[in-house]
Structures are given as C-alpha cells and as structure tokens.
C-alpha cells in the first residue's frame, strides 16, 4: 500500500509496552498535518481555520491510509485535536469543543451503527447460512449456478448488513470455502483453479455490488446521504427508497453480469456441479427447521425493509412516515426484548461503535470544511481543470466520475475516500452545470464499486484474497475488467433508468 507496514509493532525498550501505532505512516501523517499548517501558504481564497482544520483532515486521512492505527483511535485523536485547536471556534473553548463532538448527534451515524447490531442476529441464528445454502440447493448444479446463488444470497442480506465486510467476508466467504473444499479444491493443494479461484471472485465482486444498492448496505453510504444534503442545503435528501429505487435496475444488471463475465475471463476446470445440492441440502438438514429466534429475524427483517421503504406513508399518508433511524431503533427493540439478542451482544458488537466513533470524526471534519468554505474553494480548483476542456456535462461526468474512481488505488479506505473526494467532486460536477441528483448519483455508485480494484480496497478485500484462492496478479486484473464493467452498466444503464424516473 502508501506506507510500508512493520510486520510487528515495535518496543519502545526492555519490558516497556508495545507501540500502539506503525511509527512510519504516523511519522508520515504528522509531517503532512504540520506541513500544510506550517510550511504551506494559506490560499487566497481560504480563512486560516479552515486551512488549519485541512491540515488536521488530511493528517487523520493518511494515518487511515497507512492503517497507522485502528480506525476509531485515529478518530478519537482527530476529534481531541480539533477541540484543542478550536479550529472550528477560535473565539470560544467551549463551543470549539461542542463542535468537535458534534458528530453524535447525526442521525444517520446511529442509523448505520444500529443496523450494524441488528445485522449481528444474522450470524447468531444462523438465518445468513441458511439463506446462503437455500440459494445454493436450489442454483447448485453447474458451478455457474453456484456463482448466481453466492451472488444472489449477498444481495438477499444487502439491505440490513451495513457491514460489507461481515457480509461478504463474515457470511459469505465461509460458505463459499466449505462449496470450494467439497470439491477438493483448495490453495494448499494447487487446485484453486479447479472451482475456488472463480468462487473465490464471485465471493468478492458481488460485494461492491449489493454495496451499492441499498443505504443500509454499507457503512459508508448514510455519509455520502449527509454530504449530498449539506452540499445541497437540504434540496436534495435522498431517502432509503429513492436509493434503493435508483440503483435497483443497474445494480441488478451488474449482477446478473457478473458471474458470466467471471466465468469467461477465467472459466474454472469443473463446470457441472450437482454434488453442490445435495451439500448444501445436508448443510441445511443439520440446520434443522427454522428456529424461532430465526422466524423473528426473518419478521423483523421484513419489518425494516417496509418501514424503510416508506410502504405504510405510500397506503396511508406521510402521517405514518418513520425516520430511517427510527425503523432501526424499533427493529434492536424487538430483538433485544425477544432475547434474539442481549445486551451483552450489543456490548460486545465492537465493529458498531467503532463505526459510530469513526463516522463522528469524519463527519464533523467534513462538516466543517464545507462551513469554513474549503470545500467550495477545491471544488472551484476542480471545476477549473474539468471544464477547460469543453467537452459538455456528461462529458465531464464521465470524467468526474473516472478520476474519482481509479483514485481508490490510493485508498485502503473507502470511507476515508469518499470523506477526503466526494463532497468536492460533486461541488465541482454542480458548478459545472451536471444536473445534481444525476452527478450525485453517479458519484454515489461509484463510491461502493470502487471497492472492485484492489486487495486492499475495502475490508472484505483482505479477508477473501488471504484465503490464498486468487493470486495477487489476477484479482488486480479482475478488479480493472470488472470495474470497466460496473461502471459502464451505472453509467449507461444508471443514466437511462434515471432518465424514465426524472432523476435528471
């Protein structure tokens, strides 16, 4: 990646403690911060806070990058420094600090971070592996079918695993290893290409997909809601539905392509598969019938997606609308009170407040840069370099788009991306003329499928490439055709579907 990572953190001395942190991106992202504050003129154009506050941003985005530290550390330290600086507040401690803890209070942070806890029910009952293995008895008999059933059990799950790691690294991943080693194909034993290798991709490549569908499919993507309405004042608040609407038909597209594209590009050796239904049929007759705490899963899933649809404000009135964070609350409630979960499991769901503590961090940088006004003055440096080109607005969508994009091979981070790119590139693509909830869009699909390039672009990147099944030079391959692919099917299919809903 950007920095080279010690395989171990180092002692600081003879029975002293272990660092906490990897000393050469820390020392990379400290001297970056000062720079900017120090060695680095502030711009005409920019007040000195906000130059300040940047300094501060791009210091916590590189420590990301260079997974300095765990993610929620680094957000705890952010968040201390812009208290301590009041560069949001000079005149008054108080306030500063306030300001500094403002994320808190952003609905849509606990609306990721309660579907994070609902989505530990998944696992706990074991409802994920057994949607997984339905899909897989029913679609099992060629290894094509396999690959659909994999895909299709992800995108089944997308909507309440804002996860994407726990999807499709947690859930997904173990059932498609315990398909690969029935075969007898494994990395250990030279036979990857036997079935796994192309198992192995699908595995992934579903991933950035079904991510890009639903709101609630990853955890970025509530950020991106709240970028879009700030940049917006509030014109445009995209809703669970809206979403979901948009991406339904080229998110369904790139599905259904997927699986085929991967097949031809690298076509496993073993093509018929019928002892895949009859494995997955023994899975679930181990299983046994559906347990009650699965049944309640199963209703208060089906719960969640209609309020979060707005099912009940479509038949009877925007008197029975709920807030999306709302829903979620109602749907933890229920589990918690039918002891689907305790609340030792939402204690013990790290990954929900650590996401919560991140997503506060970065929120409130990104607030702010766009109230202290940088974020216009990037946007105006973009619009500048785009529209010198002259090539109309959805040329310059494209070209947007593309940059945005391919600058992931820089990120380990998705959320660290779209925090440090996206509010500027729409900024940009708006002045340019691009009609807004169609650049908005855009921009918000590439945002998950992204996470296609790279073993190391998003968290369920490490987890599938360390199952050793997909040598480093073919998922970087994959990750350029497929990217080539979902972009092409969100630009053409997206734009046109868009087009009949009125979107632009």
């Known amino acids: ?83 301590l600086t009041g560069v949001t507040n000079p005149d008054n401690s108080k306030a500063a600090v306030s300001d500094a803890l403002s994320g808190f209070s952003n609905p849509l942070i606990w609306l990721i971070g309660l579907a994070i806890m609902i989505s530990r029910g998944l696992s706990k009952t074991g409802l994920g592996n057994r949607i997984g293995y339905a899909f897989i008895a029913a679609f099992g008999k060629r290894t094509l079918g396999i690959g659909y059933a994999l895909s299709l059990a992800e995108l089944t799950i997308a909507p309440i695993t804002p996860s994407n790691t726990a999807r499709g690294g947690g859930i997904m991943h173990p059932i498609m290893r315990s398909i690969a080693d029935s075969f007898g194909s494994s990395p250990d034993a030279g036979t990857s290409k036997k079935i796994g290798e192309y198992l192995a991709l699908v595995n992934y490549h579903a991933n950035p997909i079904t991510s890009a569908m639903f709101i609630t499919a990853t955890a970025p993507n509530p950020l991106i809601v709240d970028l879009i309405a700030k940049a917006t004042d509030s014109a445009i608040s995209i809703s669970w539905t809206q979403w979901a609407l948009a991406a339904l038909l080229p998110g369904l597209v790139a599905i259904a392509l997927m699986p085929v594209v991967l097949y031809l590009l690298y076509p496993p050796e073993l093509k018929r598969t019928p002892d895949a239904t009859h494995f997955a049929r023994d899975q679930l007759s181990a299983m046994g019938p559906l347990s009650g705490n699965e049944k309640i899963m199963i209703g208060v899933f089906g719960l969640l997606l209609l309020l979060w649809a707005g099912v009940p404000a479509m038949l009877f009135g925007d008197a029975f609308a709920v807030n999306s964070t709302a829903v979620a609350l109602l749907g933890l409630s229920i589990l918690l009170i039918t002891n689907v979960l305790t609340w030792d499991d939402i204690l013990g769901e790290k990954s929900a407040w650590d996401t919560i503590v991140w997503f506060a961090a970065l929120v409130m940088m990104a607030s702010y840069l766009g109230k202290l006004g940088l974020i216009g003055w990037f946007s105006d440096v ?28 820089f990120f380990a981070s998705t959320t660290a991306h779209i925090t440090a790119m996206y509010a500027a590139f729409l900024a940009a693509g708006m002045a340019l003329g691009i009609p807004t909830l169609y650049i908005a869009l855009l921009l918000a699909g590439a945002s998950s499928l992204m996470m296609s390039l790279t073993h190391y672009a998003t968290g369920t990147a490490p987890i599938i490439f360390g199952s050793g099944y997909v040598e480093l030079g073919t998922w970087w391959k994959a990750g350029l055709l497929m990217s080539l692919v979902n972009l092409t099917v969100w630009v053409v299919v997206g734009s046109l579907w868009w087009k009949v809903l009125g979107f632009w």
């Open 382 to 409: 973009i619009e500048t370099g785009i529209g010198s080109f002259h090539i109309g607005w959805f040329g310059m969508a494209l070209a947007l788009t593309g940059v945005y994009f391919y600058a992931h091979y």
């Open 1 to 83: 990646m950007i920095f080279p990572a010690p395989t171990a953190e180092r002692s600081i001395g003879y029975g002293a403690p272990m660092l906490a942190f990897k000393p050469l991106p820390a020392l990379a992202s400290i001297a970056l911060g000062l720079g900017i504050w120090f060695a680095i003129p502030v711009p005409e154009g920019v007040s000195p806070e906000a130059w300040h506050l940047l300094a501060i941003f791009v210091g916590t985005i590189t420590a990301i990058i260079g997974k300095t530290m765990r993610i929620g550390a680094l957000a705890i330290i952010a968040i201390t420094l812009v208290a």
